[in-house]
């Protein structure tokens, strides 16, 4: 059967979708998610199972095939595994993954991995007890490791490793990170802090491309397409026999706005169409308003007509006023 191609005004096919099943989280990492942050989506406003089900249909009927459960933290939405089992069922839906901060991981792990869900990027931003405590607000790192371990007896893989990379705060720790993940089988992406919201503004920028170069030097890693399933933007370097790659997410440095294919949903059914511009279009009212499937297609399209050319994080980086947490991953 031939999949449609569902695309934006320059020409770029959008695959792949970020769906946040909830905007809490049960940590603050500093750079996401302001500590006292109490501007939570009122749980009427959530996307019922139902809704998704029916609006990721209509976009998989349009050619979309890859599908991200994000957050806040996704693990705290109840009966995860019963939408991850929903969503897989989806016709034309052939990936499903999940980002996660794997804190509630060892009690979801083999579920998810019987609904479906194939692989998981976990957030993990340092090794060490006290920094993972300073970043994201509570001493984490156990339950973290925790969740990695109940994550691979279940089968997962691959199993990707987030590290946002932080001037003086973790950039020292990163070559560590690369051991770790070598010994464990995992694949490491290091990411470039984003200017949005006043967390992301806030937090000291690195530039990826030196860590690239000595890491390539260090390790004897050279250019590789990622050999697995994967929809994001990172470009990889690997070892020569392939057994490990780290990946460099880099929307400041080397942004990758050309080649983009995704686009976000967040839990109260707004589609943002960029992380660094502010067009969005709301669907939770035309779900509840009665429309049809036709007029639900129709208005996929019409949303993605929306999507911008590319972002502004160097031109204008006090443009977006909302959290990383806000836009759903």
Not at 73 to 96: K, M, S
Not at 140 to 169: C, E, Q, R, W, Y
Not at 219 to 235: D, K, N, Q, V, Y
Request: charged share 25%; aromatic share 6%; net charge negative.
């Amino acid at each position: 059967m031939t999949i449609p191609i569902l695309s934006d005004p320059f020409g770029r096919r959008i695959e792949y979708l970020r769906l946040s099943v909830t905007d809490r989280c049960d940590l603050r990492c500093s750079y996401c998610m302001p500590e006292d942050f109490k501007g939570f989506e009122e749980p009427a406003d959530w996307l019922t199972f139902d809704e998704i089900e029916r609006l990721l249909g209509a976009f998989a009927r349009l050619g979309l095939q890859r599908v991200r459960m994000t957050g806040g933290e996704p693990l705290l939405r109840r009966h995860l595994p019963e939408l991850a089992a929903r969503i897989a069922a989806l016709p034309n839906i052939n990936d499903l993954s999940l980002s996660t901060n794997a804190t509630q991981l060892d009690k979801h792990a083999t579920a998810l991995k019987a609904a479906g869900v194939s692989r998981i990027n976990v957030s993990l931003d340092s090794l060490q007890p006290e920094r993972i405590k300073a970043i994201t607000g509570r001493d984490a790192l156990p339950d973290i490791l925790n969740g990695l371990a109940h994550a691979k007896a279940a089968g997962f893989s691959p199993i990707k490793i987030n590290m946002v990379a932080m001037k003086g705060t973790n950039d020292d720790e990163i070559d560590d990170m690369v051991a770790f993940c070598i010994e464990q089988g995992f694949t490491l992406r290091l990411i470039e802090t984003m200017p949005i919201g006043d967390t992301g503004r806030n937090t000291a920028y690195l530039d990826l491309q030196p860590v690239k170069a000595r890491l390539a030097d260090k390790f004897g890693l050279i250019e590789a397409s990622f050999h697995g399933t994967g929809a994001g933007p990172a470009r990889y370097l690997a070892t020569p026999d392939g057994a490990f790659s780290v990946g460099f997410i880099t929307p400041i440095s080397q942004h990758f706005c050309a080649t983009c294919n995704r686009v976000r949903l967040s839990v109260d059914g707004t589609l943002y169409l960029c992380l660094g511009q502010d067009d969005k279009f709301e669907f939770r009212p035309l779900l509840r308003g009665g429309i049809s499937d036709t007029e639900l297609e129709d208005a996929i399209r019409l949303a993605l007509t929306h999507k911008p050319e590319r972002h502004e994080f160097l031109e204008q980086p006090h443009k977006i006023l909302r959290f990383m947490s806000m836009t759903g991953g």
